[in-house]
């Protein structure tokens, strides 16, 4: 499975090669290629995936997206240490 997280672009650096940023993921900052995402601008929304922002996003699907990945940590620390079990703790 793969997983993408939209995070917010708050610099780019169009003098690197290839394109860099420094996108925020709720409060954690990354360096991230920019390269695929050419028309991106400081402040929109990205889709990023291993390090490379793969396409733009609005900014309300981005924060919709966000608190969706954020109910979902809650759930999982609601569960406990043992949580990460694919089959529910059955083995």
Known sequence: MCLAIPGKVLEID???????GKVSFGGIQKQV??????????????LVHVGFAISTMDEKEALETLAILEQMSEGLDELGPDSDDADGGEK
């Not at 169009?14 to 860099?20: D, F, I, L, R, V």
């Not at 290629?33 to 990205?46: A, R």
């Open 33 to 46: 290629c920019l390269e695929l995402v050419p028309e991106v601008k400081i402040g929109e929304y990205v």
């Open 14 to 20: 169009n003098s690197a090669q290839p394109a860099m």
